[in-house]
């Protein structure tokens, strides 16, 4: 089992910027495909962003592209999500994952998350 812990969550206006990080205490991350989703209320959870195992690869959601950037360090076994020009609709829980194997694009292909960071951005 791998706890996963969100932190960097927070209120911000809008255009502002947050970090949020994804930690995983007395495990190693480098082994796991990374991603971040976000869930707004009365909506699904979807994907902002993942990344491989070795930072190589990267994908993001159409919504996100060119405002957020994913990063891992797996030294510090911690993955990074920067938001930057943050928008309202940006408001949403964000949760990070781990997979066992490759990223992919389907959060129940995933195998450990985390608890959830609330990212609100006020208009």
């Known amino acids: 089992q791998v706890q996963l812990v969100e932190s960097g969550g927070g209120l911000v206006q809008a255009g502002g910027s947050l970090r949020l990080s994804c930690a995983a205490p007395?495990?190693?991350?480098?082994?796991?495909?990374m991603g971040w989703f976000r869930q707004a209320p009365g909506k699904e959870r979807e994907l902002v962003s993942y990344?491989?195992?070795?930072?190589?690869?990267?994908y993001y959601s159409d919504s996100v592209k060119g405002r957020f950037t994913i990063s891992r360090d797996n030294a510090r076994n911690t993955v990074y999500l920067q938001m930057n020009s943050l928008k309202p609709e940006d408001t949403a829980v964000y949760y990070c994952?781990?997979?066992?194997?490759?990223?992919?694009?389907?959060?129940?292909?995933?195998?450990?998350w985390g608890q959830g960071t609330q990212v609100t951005v006020s208009s």
């Open positions: 994952a781990a997979r066992n194997v490759g990223a992919t694009m389907v959060a129940t292909e995933y195998d450990y």
């Open positions: 007395g495990r190693t991350l480098s082994i796991y495909a």
């Open positions: 990344i491989n195992w070795s930072g190589s690869r990267t």
